[in-house]
């Protein structure tokens, strides 16, 4: 621990920052999983039934899927504030922010108006399969309706997360998702200690919800004030600088990666809904419990690339080639570590699964072991290679080969299903989607890379013949 801490002081400059920003993202996710370890309990304490909390959790991510169609703008944002921020050209920092804030917040307000009729229209009741018993239709629109209103300021608010990312303070939103999970967590249980435990589920559900648009936005809106009060004294939103042609950049970035975000979650975030429909339902189980292990090493890495986006960003406007080349090297190497990580593995999972569910386990089946391991793998090589040229702003054979890869993967996983007649075909079709972009990307980086630090090197060389001469 010592020869670590006296390593990290020898770091300078954007190593020292990308170090400090995986060291912090690493410490703040273990205090997430450590309350996480209260969340459950607390929500069960609060909720003496099952199906009510269900709903509730069922509420929470649903309408949090508003905040992944932002059009793009809080990751364009992120790599159009790179330059300014290094020139510390503040009026262009402030016309960036205050357009991406005007327009998320035009789209804000109008979702909001949308979307709090159009949930009217819907039957909550059916749609959760809760019975009028528990919950009437009328509380549970309600409580629907807060947590809409809720995450629509989140929309806005979050805007935050992207200038700290920016700002190479990468480990702040993760703070932030902490300090809500406590705040929630706290409320519980002080609800329960003055004796809310005792109350209506409607009362406790509807009380919940209010909680809710408090400890998700009161972390963001203080963040925001901080920021503007202090790293970027002089740059808080204004009507006055808005600016229709920034707004546009930001936008142009944005919505690249809008669809990137959407092609992924359909090669990935469809697995469940697959099993079920082209296998059944109780097959999802077994996928999830693979699922979970192996993409363990992927949570990790991942954490660990948190910072790396917009590390990459900075460098690239300071033309530090040679830095983000070296930066390269290093995660190609961790994520072939990664790679291996899932196969060794292999050897514990049953003793590992036995004293985890206990008599709940299942019989591993090694095969399918083996084909998880592979998909662990290619996932943490996508994950590494994207977020080196999301850094670059290269996006056009991500597009291109993860928009192929999406539309394969549901031909695909119904074909293998038809042969092999289990679940273990979808996992095969995501691992087959993504493959062309996993080999061919890295191809290019390199060579991207490569003809950039020649580029450099010959700019250095001809400096100081110029001199000499």
């Known amino acids: 621990m010592l020869e670590l801490i006296k390593k990290g002081k020898k770091l300078q400059g954007d190593n020292k920052t990308l170090a400090l920003n995986i060291f912090l993202a690493f410490v703040i996710k273990g205090g997430s999983l450590f309350i996480a370890l209260f969340t459950l309990p607390a929500y069960m304490k609060y909720f003496d039934n099952k199906a009510v909390l269900g709903a509730w959790l069922t509420i929470v991510a649903v309408l949090t899927w508003i905040l992944n169609f932002d059009l793009g703008i809080g990751n364009g944002l992120r790599n159009k504030l790179a330059l300014p921020l290094i020139e510390k050209n503040n009026e262009s920092i402030k016309r960036y922010i205050s357009s991406a804030y ?3 917040t035009i789209v804000g ?11 009217g229209f819907i039957n909550w009741n059916k749609f959760f399969n809760l019975s009028t018993n528990y919950i009437s239709s009328y509380i549970l ?12 300021i989140q929309f806005v608010l979050r805007i935050i997360t992207s200038i700290l990312y920016a ?6 939103p993760n703070l932030l998702q902490l300090c809500s999970t406590i705040l929630l967590v706290a409320f519980i249980y002080g609800g329960l200690i003055l004796g809310m435990g005792n109350a209506s589920a409607e009362q406790n559900l509807i009380r919940l919800a209010y909680a809710n648009i408090l400890t998700v936005n009161l972390p963001l809106l203080i963040t925001t004030i901080i920021v503007f009060k202090t790293g970027l004294k002089g740059c808080a939103p204004s009507i006055s600088f808005f600016e229709k042609r920034l707004a546009k950049e930001v936008m142009n970035v944005g919505l690249a990666f809008l669809w990137l975000q959407i092609v992924s979650m359909v090669i990935y975030n469809t697995n469940e809904f697959l099993i079920s429909w082209l296998v059944d339902a109780d097959s999802v189980v077994e996928y999830q419990i693979f699922n979970k292990l192996f993409a363990l090493s992927g949570t990790i890495i991942g954490l660990a690339l948190t910072p790396v986006w917009s590390a990459v960003t900075k460098a690239k406007a300071e033309q530090n080639y040679k830095w983000i080349k070296k930066l390269n090297n290093i995660l190609m190497v961790l994520g072939g570590i990664g790679f291996v990580s899932g196969f060794l593995l292999i050897p514990f999972l049953q003793p590992i699964v036995n004293f985890w569910l206990g008599k709940k386990a299942i019989e591993i089946n090694y095969l399918y072991s083996v084909i998880f391991a592979v998909s662990g793998g290619v996932f943490i090589w996508n994950r590494v290679v994207s977020t080196m040229c999301n850094g670059f702003g290269e996006l056009k054979i991500q597009m291109i080969f993860l928009t192929m890869g999406s539309i394969l993967n549901f031909p695909l996983a119904y074909v293998f299903t038809l042969v092999s007649e289990s679940y273990i075909a979808i996992v095969m079709a995501n691992i087959i989607s993504l493959l062309p972009y996993c080999i061919i990307q890295p191809i290019w980086m390199n060579k991207y890379l490569n003809a950039k630090c020649n580029e450099t090197i ?9 001199i000499h001469a």
């Open 167 to 172: 700002m190479q303070k990468s480990f702040v």
């Open 102 to 104: 005007i327009i998320l």
């Open 458 to 466: 010959k700019v250095e060389k001809d400096y100081e013949e110029s």
């Open 109 to 119: 307000f109008v979702v909001s108006i949308v979307g709090y009729f159009a949930v």
């Open 141 to 152: 629109l309600k409580a629907v309706r807060i947590v809409l209103i809720g995450i629509l």
